[in-house]
């Protein structure tokens, strides 16, 4: 379905108030000391702040840069350290070789992957569960997301979940506790950067990733 600016602007706008009582507690809780509270009310509002991105993107000329995918993700990785200790999860780090950079804009994507990690971390039944930030080379192709050993889900499933929450945009839905939120909007986001959310297999891992093409005539520089 689509959605004319007009529109996608009053959502932005709808969406923006909300944030405001989250903020509200985000602050609060850094003056209580309530770490854990401050660092989820946090991750609602990057939530909120993904899905913003992603419709700004559609409204406006996405601005190209260089970007090095390690970089990306060592931010990611730092973004989600304080949600794998509340949800007891063991969050790594794994670049596997030297990419070139490629075509894409750092805010946007950092953006969408550190969604991904909220949303396999929140995902967190068992303690101690190795959630691996990844990135690896595929043909001509840069893999980038977040691995683990325990994600049940498949292409055809998590389809139906961007699109299912697509159809209740109208709606309104809390961004904030929606379950396939952190998923729809990592989805808007990479959906504008070229790429898409997809399931993929590696080293006995699962993961949600985008894929990203290295710039041939950057990695000759």
């Known amino acids: 379905m689509s959605y004319s600016p007009n529109e996608d602007q009053l959502l932005i706008n709808i969406v923006e108030h909300l944030k405001l009582p989250l903020t509200n507690i985000s602050l609060k809780s850094e003056i209580a000391n309530l770490i854990d509270i401050k660092s989820l009310a946090d991750n609602s509002i ?39 200790r509340i949800y007891n999860c063991n969050l790594s780090l794994r670049i596997e070789g030297k ?48 691995f683990t050993s325990d994600l049940k889900i498949t292409n055809d499933s998590l389809r139906k979940a961007i699109i299912s929450a697509g159809l209740v945009r109208q ?17 808007l986001l990479l959906t504008r950067l070229t790429s898409k959310l997809q399931v993929f297999h590696h080293n006995n891992l699962a993961g949600l990733a985008g894929n990203f093409i290295p710039s041939q005539q950057l990695s000759l520089i």
């Open 171 to 187: 709606g309104l839905p809390d961004f904030s506790h929606s379950p396939v939120a952190g998923i729809y909007a990592a989805d």
């Open 46 to 84: 990057r939530l909120i702040d993904g899905f913003i991105l992603g419709l700004n993107l559609a409204q406006n000329e996405l601005n190209l840069e260089p970007v090095s995918v390690s970089e990306v993700l060592s931010d990611a990785a730092h973004n989600l350290t304080k949600t794998a």
């Open 99 to 146: 990419f070139a950079p490629v075509m894409s804009s750092k805010t946007e994507m950092e953006s969408a992957l550190t969604l991904i990690g909220q949303t396999v971390i929140e995902s967190n039944l068992d303690k101690n569960k190795e959630v691996i930030i990844n990135a690896y080379k595929s043909g001509n192709k840069i893999i980038a997301g977040v």
